[in-house]
């Protein structure tokens, strides 16, 4: 059964990805038929942002009230729905209302079942947790370049995804009975580990806001890449639209292939080591970008930019434990994934703005200055907290 409840939890963050590439996929062709800026991809990435930091912050409430089966069912029916909204929507205000449930339904369960997954399975478990996640968020964009390449418009990309997530709805609800045993043992764990921690306790804690600044700018990079890849590739390398989503799709295609190696690598190496590894491979993927040789060298840069993001992610959240300890992780990973969420609200709207009224092509030069505020901030968080031994 406990094995069987993994399987579940691979569901879910299949269906946490799926969406979550869609809007930089179909922005190049929305924000025309909408009549609006390009620059308002920013706003609708800040509502879902909003959204998702509020949910994480409540996570601990929530997790002690529904569980993790019920709150992970929840948040999925939500998404779904919000994403039928988004396709039968045609202006851009509703656009925004269903923005706000779309947020809503991805931070709790996100937090929820990372700090599950960090306290009972070793890293390999968490990097292909997170390579479900690159699966889906993979399909995303490939079904939304399917709808446009077909005629179909980006109204039915979001309405296959959105059909989608209810068949995934429905397995999560029918699967609500394993969660029973295993959500009292980790409620059991949490009683055994006091009160939940206040944000001013967890901000005292040595290396906290080291690890939400790497986290802060670790999601900045991804969300950035994900929402205006293609717009770049459009607008900047003169890629048609089409084209553009589909190769704005290989940094999602390197996530996936990413963290399915890295499952393999936490064998040999450390959850540090992987991650500056993979801020190495960042650095060479956005140098890429810079280079002026032909599209070829942009493709293969989104490629290497997704395949160094992919050990990040996982890494910082399994080693948690192990860096501050299990009595604290949940409390821990709730911050670090409001942290996040704060950077996927602020930065690629700055970005947007940057795009709006100074040049897209600046796009490389955003994603090398977060990078090596993103390393710095992981050096200083070793040296002020290295981590100890945990579930290998």
Not at 3 to 14: E, N, R
Not at 183 to 195: L, M, P, R, S, T
Request: aromatic share 10%; charged share 10%; glycine share 12%.
């Amino acid at each position: 059964m406990f094995h069987l409840l993994l399987g579940v939890i691979y569901l879910a963050f299949i269906s946490l990805g799926l969406p979550d590439g869609l809007l930089g996929a179909a922005w190049p062709t929305m924000y025309g038929e909408l009549g609006v800026p390009v620059s308002y991809a920013g706003i609708l990435s800040m509502i879902i942002a909003l959204g998702t930091i509020v949910s994480s912050l409540q996570c601990d409430r929530l997790m002690r009230r529904l569980g993790a089966g019920r709150i992970t069912a929840i948040s999925m029916a939500a998404t779904a729905a919000a994403l039928l909204g988004f396709s039968f929507s045609h202006s851009f205000l509703p656009l925004c209302l269903w923005a706000i449930p779309y947020g809503l339904g991805a931070g709790c369960v996100d937090a929820a079942l990372n700090n599950y997954v960090a306290l009972h399975y070793a890293s390999r478990h968490m990097s292909w947790l997170h390579c479900m996640w690159g699966v889906g968020a993979s399909i995303g964009p490939s079904i939304m370049g399917y709808a446009l390449t077909g005629g179909h418009g980006w109204t039915a990309g979001y309405r296959i995804v959105g059909l989608m997530q209810i068949l995934l709805t429905f397995l999560l609800l029918v699967s609500l009975p394993l969660w029973k045993g295993p959500e009292k043992q980790q409620n059991g764990e949490g009683k055994h580990a006091g009160a939940p921690l206040s944000l001013k306790q967890i901000l005292a804690i040595p290396g906290a806001k080291e690890v939400m600044a790497a986290f802060f700018c670790y999601c900045a990079l991804e969300q950035t890449t994900a929402l205006w890849a293609s717009s770049y590739l459009t607008l900047s390398r003169g890629l048609s639209a089409e084209t553009a989503a589909a190769w704005a799709s290989l940094f999602f295609l390197g996530i996936t292939a990413g963290r399915a190696a890295n499952g393999f690598l936490t064998m040999r190496f450390s959850d540090a080591q992987l991650i500056q590894a993979g801020q190495a491979i960042v650095l060479v993927g956005i140098l890429c970008l810079f280079l002026p040789f032909g599209n070829g060298f942009a493709r293969a840069g989104l490629l290497l930019i997704g395949l160094g993001c992919a050990p990040i992610y996982p890494c910082i959240i399994h080693s948690t434990p192990s860096t501050f300890g299990a009595d604290k992780s949940q409390a821990l990973i709730g911050v670090q994934m409001a942290s996040a969420y704060v950077g996927t609200c602020l930065m690629p709207p700055l970005f947007g703005l940057i795009a709006n009224h100074i040049n897209i092509a600046l796009f490389p030069v955003f994603l090398l200055a977060v990078l090596v505020l993103m390393a710095a901030m992981y050096h200083r968080l070793l040296r002020v907290c290295p981590p100890k031994g945990f579930l290998g």
